[in-house]
């Protein structure tokens, strides 16, 4: 019997299509599926551009992913290079897709990476509620209790975060190849060295820091190059993978040298 009213079920989701009441989101990269689920829950389908292997910043989509955009009823974007020629023409093939433009206009960087700093990722988890809202009028009110729980969960997360970087033991410094990890540092009040930057370089070596933080897509021949140093643990970190509050947590253990 239960066999039988599982078929049936099954087969009225098939015959009126259930899934496609949920909302049709797409996202540039997979860290931005993590927040849009986040607050969407079981009521969004989300799209990522961007597999978590590929380095967005040379990303061009596919022709047919822009096929897929006609599908969508949302797309969040992020501040990814792409993003600045193919936004209009995805407008273009769905007149009908609602746009959220995340990205800082005050940031003159490639890409920068503003879910790495709490406080500009709680102003972003609004805008994704708030747009969720007024496409999916309906179960706004689970929208809204998801936002606050979210923003919960990243108020206890940031509070964690900086007790253990309050501890008197703990460094207030760190380093990265790039400015991929700046954002993170300001948020916390930590100084934070890019090894591009050729004072700082000097400075890293001053400190006689033990890690440097780099992501998949730096040539690590270049860094350990530039390093000079073969003592110095390479940390790799993809900023823009799914696994957002894990990452967090290995930005912290690179810091107070774990």
């Not at 990722?121 to 994704?128: F, N, R, T």
């Not at 100084?191 to 591009?196: A, E």
């Amino acid at each position: 019997m239960k066999r039988l009213v599982c078929f049936l079920f099954l087969g009225f989701c098939v015959l009126f299509g259930v899934e496609d009441f949920r909302v049709k989101i797409g996202v540039s990269v997979p860290v931005q599926e993590y927040f849009v689920k986040k607050i969407g829950g079981e009521f969004v389908d989300v799209v990522v551009l961007v597999p978590q292997a590929r380095n967005p910043k040379f990303f061009e989509p596919t022709a047919t992913q822009v096929k897929m955009i006609k599908n969508l009823s949302v797309y969040v974007a992020s501040g990814i290079p792409f993003e600045k020629k193919w936004l209009k023409r995805f407008e273009n093939a769905n007149p009908s897709l609602r746009v959220l433009n995340l990205s800082d206009n005050a940031c003159k960087e490639a890409i920068c990476y503003q879910w790495l700093s709490i406080p500009s990722l709680k102003k972003q988890a609004k805008k994704i509620a708030y747009i969720l809202r007024s496409v999916d009028i309906k179960n706004a009110k689970i929208y809204k209790e998801n936002l606050e729980s979210f923003l919960k969960e990243l108020q206890e997360f940031e509070g964690k975060i900086k007790q253990r970087l309050a501890l008197p033991t703990t460094p207030k410094i760190f380093a990265g190849f790039q400015d991929t990890w700046a954002g993170f540092a300001k948020s916390f009040d930590l100084q934070y060295l890019s090894l591009k930057n050729q004072e700082e370089l000097k400075k890293f070596r001053q400190e006689k820091l033990k890690m440097v933080l780099i992501t998949p897509f730096d040539v690590r021949k270049q860094v350990r190059a530039i390093v000079a140093n073969p003592k110095v643990e390479l940390v790799e970190i993809n900023p823009f993978a799914l696994q957002w509050e894990e990452n967090m947590l290995k930005i912290l253990s690179c810091v107070v040298g774990e």
